[in-house]
């Protein structure tokens, strides 16, 4: 698992907890709410204003026994409701109580009034949003991003030239090519003399050039043919000779070269400087020199 990756999956693991615990608190919070204190946040001086400043007290209403008259006489008027009696006897004027109702709108900070179910739930799905959005420029950013220290498109060690140079032939004097699965290149013994078409490329060193596995058709591996002593595609039978020129089938040019130094005695393979170079006009290597292989699996009954 590489880095980036073990990335992308903690910050997928901390949004999918986030979240979880978002809902979490959220729930708690819905099941112990209390009920809020109507008069939580009022001053004495309104408290004071809804109460009545003098206490006025009524007595009973007392009505006069009724007279048997043989004619009916108008009724006696009552007594008004409102008189008061003092102690001495007499009669004050009638006191009329007005009871005031006044609103007064007290503004409370956020700390006091604290953070609503609405305001908690639109948090929470903007931070999950965010962290999704965060995961996946993280993502494009890795898969987009220059791969400078190592792996294709970087600068490859292939290893001391001197042992690079002894692996490239077989014991009886043939050509083996040797294969650089980082650098997705096959190392060969390069010609004493390069064709006018590589002049001032730097696709040699040391005896030793670096081809490209690809075949420059339809991207097919082209594989290394030993009895032949070439390079022959085994998808549309395209055929180069131990050098990557071209010699037969769809191919349009020669096999893809990479730029080589040597660097305190090892080679270094530039893997995102390609060359491409059109078909040679004479080929620096002889091809064929032996059967194909291409031919050979043709000719195997049921292949």
């Known amino acids: 698992m590489t880095l980036t990756n073990a990335v992308l999956i903690a910050v997928a693991v901390v949004a999918i907890l986030g979240a979880a615990g978002a809902f979490a608190v959220a729930y708690r919070r819905s099941q112990t ?20 400043a003098t206490t006025v007290a009524i007595p009973p209403r007392s009505e006069p026994e009724p007279v048997v008259e043989p004619e009916p006489e108008p009724e006696a008027e009552p007594e008004p409701a409102s008189s008061v009696l ?16 006044t609103q007064r709108i007290v ?8 953070v609503s179910r609405r305001q908690f739930f639109n948090r929470a799905i903007t ?26 498109g970087a600068d490859i060690d292939a290893g001391p030239v001197s042992d690079l140079q002894s692996q490239v032939f077989t014991p009886a004097g043939g050509v083996l090519p ?19 078409q590589f002049e001032g490329q730097s696709v040699s060193t040391d005896g030793l050039m670096a081809l490209y596995m690809r075949c420059v058709h339809l991207g097919c591996r082209v594989p290394w043919c030993a009895p032949s002593q070439g390079f022959e595609c085994p998808c549309h039978g ?10 037969g089938g769809p191919a349009p040019r020669n096999l893809d070269r990479f730029v080589i130094e040597n660097q305190g005695g090892r080679l270094i ?30 000719a195997t009954p049921g292949a």
């Open 107 to 114: 503004e409370v900070s956020p700390e006091e009034g604290g």
């Open 127 to 152: 931070a999950t949003f965010g962290t999704f959005l965060a995961a996946q420029g993280l993502y494009y950013l890795a898969f987009f991003w220059p791969k400078l220290t190592g792996g294709f």
């Open 33 to 52: 709410v209390e009920k809020p204190d109507p008069l939580a946040g009022v001053s004495p001086e309104t408290r004071a204003a809804d109460r009545s």
């Open 178 to 196: 040797l294969f650089i699965p980082e650098a997705r290149a096959y190392l060969v013994p390069a010609p004493d003399e390069l064709s006018a």
């Open 269 to 298: 393979i530039r893997t995102g400087s390609i060359i491409e170079t059109p078909r040679a006009p004479e080929l620096s290597v002889q091809y064929p020199q032996g059967p194909s292989c291409i031919s050979a699996v043709a």
């Open 86 to 101: 003092t102690p001495s006897g007499g009669e004050t004027a009638s006191t009329v109580v007005e009871i005031l109702e």
């Open 238 to 247: 395209s055929r180069y000779n131990a050098v990557g020129e071209y010699f």
